[in-house]
């Protein structure tokens, strides 16, 4: 497999490498990988299904990110080492809110 060939993609939360405490990155498949700052390599590999996994770090702690389901609907993602709640813990109610807080503001772009 190529160096710059990955399985899945991470967002991780700046904030979380500046503290210095490691973290445990999810994998799709339950597993977890050992994040210990500073990172040395752009990619983990998942020890339970060997998944490449990139990382891709993310200024701050947001929380979470919008993204796109497989339909094109906006969705929240996960931005793991965040301190925040993560999205799938959130009540249904304010992820409803937040997205359609991102629908509109796409209307409005024209998107």
């Given at each position: 497999?190529?160096?710059?060939?990955?399985?899945?993609?991470?967002?991780?939360?700046?904030?979380a490498?500046k503290?210095?405490?490691?973290?445990?990155?999810?994998?799709?498949?339950?597993g977890?990988?050992?994040m210990?700052?500073?990172?040395?390599?752009?990619?983990?590999?998942?020890?339970k299904?060997?998944?490449?996994?990139?990382?891709?770090v993310i200024?701050?702690?947001?929380?979470?990110?919008i993204?796109?389901?497989a339909?094109?609907?906006?969705?929240?993602?996960?931005?793991?080492g965040s301190?925040?709640?993560?999205?799938?813990?959130?009540p249904?109610?304010?992820?409803?809110?937040?997205?359609?807080?991102?629908?509109?503001?796409?209307?409005?772009q024209?998107?």
């Amino acid at each position: 497999m190529p160096e710059n060939d990955y399985d899945l993609y991470a967002f991780v939360a700046g904030d979380a490498l500046k503290e210095g405490h490691t973290f445990q990155l999810q994998c799709n498949c339950g597993g977890t990988a050992p994040m210990t700052p500073p990172l040395k390599t752009e990619f983990v590999v998942c020890p339970k299904c060997a998944s490449k996994i990139k990382v891709l770090v993310i200024a701050g702690d947001p929380g979470y990110i919008i993204g796109r389901d497989a339909s094109g609907e906006p969705t929240l993602l996960s931005v793991q080492g965040s301190a925040a709640t993560p999205p799938h813990q959130l009540p249904p109610e304010e992820r409803r809110r937040i997205i359609e807080r991102v629908k509109q503001q796409m209307r409005k772009q024209g998107k």
